[in-house]
């Protein structure tokens, strides 16, 4: 088992920047592939980026592409993203998710998650 902990959500301008952070406990952090979804309001869930356990691979969602950086600290079982450049449409319940196999983060539902942290962009 996975526990997942998100931190670091709350109201930004439009422009403005926020990191958040996904703590892990229970069985090995750094032998699992991370990821970042969002849900907005009214909205499905959608993939915003990925990492591999050793952090040499990301993959993200267009949308955020050169905006948005995932990292990882897999001494401190610790994952991060940097959100930069915030826009209205970013706002959302952003979770952090984990699953041993990466093609799994970046395609389907990861194993587990966090239970969400919310952003808010306002204009």
């Known amino acids: 088992q996975v526990q997942l902990v998100e931190s670091g959500g709350g109201l930004v301008q439009v422009g403005g920047s926020l990191r958040l952070s996904c703590a892990a406990s229970?069985?090995?952090?750094?032998?699992?592939?991370m990821g970042w979804f969002r849900q907005a309001p009214g909205k499905e869930r959608e993939f915003v980026v990925a990492?591999?356990?050793?952090?040499?691979?990301?993959y993200y969602a267009d949308s955020v592409k050169g905006r948005f950086t995932i990292s990882r600290d897999n001494a401190k079982d610790t994952v991060y993203l940097q959100m930069n450049s915030l826009k209205p449409e970013d706002t959302a319940v952003y979770y952090c998710?984990?699953?041993?196999?990466?093609?799994?983060?970046?395609?389907?539902?990861?194993?587990?998650w966090g239970q969400g942290t919310q952003v808010t962009v306002s204009s």
């Open positions: 990492i591999a356990w050793s952090g040499a691979s990301t």
């Open positions: 998710a984990a699953d041993s196999e990466l093609i799994v983060v970046v395609t389907a539902t990861p194993h587990y």
């Open positions: 229970g069985r090995s952090f750094s032998s699992y592939a």
